[in-house]
């Protein structure tokens, strides 16, 4: 069955770190770009990150920009987000995507994790 | 940066009523718009893109149209499993950026 499985939300107080991670099972891993998309509560879809194929590239949003780090490993069909420096903005639900680049580039989703929870309060 | 804006931020339908959603887009994106649809507590489930394709799965009773601007998602008759939020999202520039949602309520 195909499907991305997140872990790793909590609680957390201002300025701490935490590690997202997302296990993916039932298709190719390596042929899909991988994505975190996050939701705030009560508010809409936000992309946050991006890492290539193979990991050797990787882009952000300017918000998270030098405190998020996007990587994979391939050899496990997992891909993480390390958040340092975690500010009370970036409380949101983080969803785990896979990514669809048509033939003009861009990306859409069509394959998503159930979420996990960052709450970053003192 | 594209603002995505939809609208209305809500509606309220009743069952078997034909619904129809408006998204639309600060710059022309021309049919690279994807739709999604998200039921409380659960994660996005993509509908649509290239504005008019219907995502593997989704019912013959969800339509997508537009090109440019302005975009719709129609749902013929609105069936009990339909209520949920629903997402655009372009994705015409490097970082595609969604819409704040459109809630489709129990009337």
């Known amino acids: 069955q195909v499907s991305l499985v997140d872990s790793g939300g909590g609680v957390v107080q201002p300025a701490a770190s935490l590690r997202l991670s997302c296990a993916a099972s039932?298709?190719?891993?390596?042929?899909?770009?991988m994505h975190w998309v996050r939701q705030a509560p009560g508010k809409g879809l936000e992309w946050v990150a991006l890492?290539?194929?193979?990991?050797?590239?990787?882009f952000y949003t300017d918000s998270v920009k030098g405190r998020f780090t996007i990587s994979r490993d391939n050899s496990k069909n997992m891909v993480f987000l390390q958040m340092n420096s975690l500010k009370g903005v970036d409380t949101a639900v983080y969803y785990c995507?896979?990514?669809?680049?048509?033939?003009?580039?861009?990306?859409?989703?069509?394959?998503w994790g159930q979420g996990t929870l960052v709450s970053v309060s003192s | 940066e594209i603002v995505t804006t939809q609208i209305p931020v809500a509606l309220s339908v009743s069952p078997g009523e034909r619904v129809t959603l408006s998204c639309r887009t600060s710059q022309d994106v021309s049919d690279r718009l994807a739709w999604y649809q998200q039921k409380p507590g659960q994660a996005p489930r993509l509908l649509m893109y290239?504005?008019?394709t219907r995502a593997t799965g989704v019912p013959v009773r969800f339509s997508g149209s537009g090109s440019g601007t302005e975009f719709t998602l129609t749902i013929s008759s609105l069936q009990s499993e339909d209520f949920a939020v629903y997402h655009c999202q372009q994705y015409n520039n490097w970082l595609g950026t969604f819409g704040q949602g459109t809630k489709v309520e129990i009337k």
């Open positions: 290239s504005a008019s």
């Open positions: 890492i290539s194929y193979d990991g050797t590239n990787t």
């Open positions: 039932g298709f190719d891993f390596t042929n899909y770009p």
């Open positions: 995507a896979r990514g669809i680049v048509p033939e003009r580039g861009g990306f859409y989703f069509d394959l």
